[in-house]
């Protein structure tokens, strides 16, 4: 039950990051036969990163606001691996 509340805490951060960040709500659609999961993605990851934060749910809700971006940027830099001899 207290994982559920820290999943519900990390999707909320990451709700309010999405109204703050773009100023609106982007629906689920299917656009040129993808989906685009909106809102809804980010919420997801919050509450995935709000469940890996072990302490408060203020800090699984800041975790929730805060984690979309690490990992957003994270996966946007290109990273190098060294080659191999």
Not at 17 to 33: A, C, F, M, R, T
Not at 56 to 72: D, K, P, R, T, W
Not at 73 to 81: E, F, Q, T, Y
Request: hydrophobic share 50%; glycine share 14%; charged share 15%.
């Amino acid at each position: 039950m207290q994982y559920l509340l820290f999943f519900l805490c990390g999707s909320l951060g990451a709700f309010v990051k999405d109204i703050v960040k773009d100023g609106y709500i982007e629906l689920p659609h299917i656009s040129e036969k993808k989906l685009f999961l909106g809102f809804i993605g980010s919420a997801l990851i919050g509450g995935f990163v709000g469940m890996l934060i072990d302490g408060s749910y203020i800090v699984a809700c800041l975790g929730g606001y805060v984690g979309y971006s690490v990992i957003e940027n994270v996966l946007a830099k290109n990273i190098v691996l060294p080659k191999e001899k």
